[in-house]
Nanobody, 121 residues
């Protein structure tokens, strides 16, 4: 069974930094896209950053220049380095991955359980 497990969330002051990690485990043939989304209270889930297996990246305008997504394909892990954090970055952050499980002929999207990031003084 495939699982995505996030870690690294927490409480940080404005201007601070956090690094999120998300590891995919289970019987996986291949992973294509991996990415991070976030959902603030009362708002829709939105894309923060994504990265293809070939290393091309995509960022929300609100995080460009502050957040950096990276991957370790050998570990099936995606990271999100978040710098210069602002109160408006407060949200639950979810990772996702588009992957091919062992025994399947269909690529599917899996989600992690979410990790809370709170930016407050």
């Amino acid at each position: 069974q495939v699982q995505l497990v996030e870690s690294g969330g927490g409480l940080v002051q404005p201007g601070g930094s956090l690094r999120l990690s998300c590891a995919a485990s289970g019987s996986i043939v291949s992973i294509n896209d991996m990415g991070w989304y976030r959902q603030a209270p009362g708002k829709q889930r939105e894309l923060v950053a994504s990265m293809r297996s070939g290393s091309s990246t995509n960022y929300a305008d609100s995080v460009k220049g502050r957040f950096t997504i990276s991957r370790d394909n050998a570990k099936n892990t995606v990271y999100l380095q978040m710098n210069s954090l602002k109160p408006e970055d407060t949200a639950v952050y979810y990772c996702n991955a588009r992957l091919l499980p062992v025994g399947s002929i269909t690529w599917s999207v899996y989600w992690g359980q979410g990790t809370q990031v709170t930016v407050s003084s």
